[in-house]
């Protein structure tokens, strides 16, 4: 993890299968403490979204959690990401993002 990293993604490892929900957790430093997610198909489109909030923001890596309900999900292949917010609305940089393949029982 280099020193401007602003994102991890502890849970789920890649090629996780999950099946009604997941857990997942990681550390960030989001814009007030919002950690987007989502879901996208084989296809790269987005099929669910949400967010996690961390537990603080501007000074370090803070740790985020919550539970995705999977349960509407057709059986298949998925790519889950999370990211850094972006206030901007696309204005600056592309925010920073992780993500894990995970298959969906």
């Given amino acids: 993890m280099s020193a401007d990293t602003l994102i991890t993604l502890d849970t789920p490892t890649d090629g996780t299968t999950v099946s009604g929900s997941f857990d997942a957790k990681g550390t960030a430093n989001s814009p007030e403490a919002n950690v987007p997610w989502r879901i996208l198909d ?14 603080g923001w501007m000074d370090k890596l803070y740790p985020y959690a919550g539970t995705v ?15 850094v917010d972006d206030p901007s609305g696309g204005e600056g940089k592309a925010p920073q993002k992780v993500d894990r393949s995970i298959t969906v029982q």
Avoid: I, N
């Avoid at 084989?42 to 537990?55: I, P």
């Avoid at 509407?72 to 990211?83: C, D, I, M, Q, R």
């Fill in 42 to 55: 084989a296809g790269g489109q987005k099929v669910l979204h949400g967010h996690f909030t961390a537990e």
């Fill in 69 to 83: 309900d999977v349960s509407k999900l057709a059986p298949g292949s998925y790519t889950f990401e999370v990211s």
